[in-house]
């Protein structure tokens, strides 16, 4: 079993900086691929951003300059941080993390970004 668990989200005013964080524990054998994902309300879930294996990073246009992808493989955690917020940004945020072909995902953390 895998359990991933995303922290970090909270209210902050436009302009404002979040980090959030995605921890795996369990059964890991190696961690693939780590993927950022948010979902506004009454809208898709959307790609936010991805950091595989090997440090390869890729960013949705609406992110890029302003959110950070990065990860730690010794404690299995991937972070992501969000400067220069926009209240386009508000979201729950979820994070997938890739292990032997299977994508395991969290329960997600708030993000509200106020005017």
């Known amino acids: 079993q895998v359990q991933v668990v995303e922290s970090g989200g909270g209210l902050v005013q436009a302009g404002g900086s979040l980090r959030l964080s995605c921890a795996a524990s369990g059964s890991i054998f190696r961690i693939g691929s780590i993927d950022w994902y948010r979902q506004a309300p009454g809208k898709q879930r959307e790609w936010v951003a991805s950091?595989?294996?090997?440090?390869?990073?890729a960013y949705v246009d609406s992110v890029k300059g302003r959110f950070t992808i990065s990860r730690d493989n010794a404690k299995n955690t991937a972070f992501l941080q969000m400067n220069s917020l926009k209240p386009e940004d508000t979201a729950v945020y979820y994070c997938?993390?890739?292990?032997?072909?299977?994508?395991?995902w969290g329960q997600g953390t708030q993000v509200t970004v106020s005017s």
């Open positions: 950091i595989d294996s090997g440090g390869s990073i």
């Open positions: 997938a993390v890739s292990i032997r072909g299977h994508n395991y």
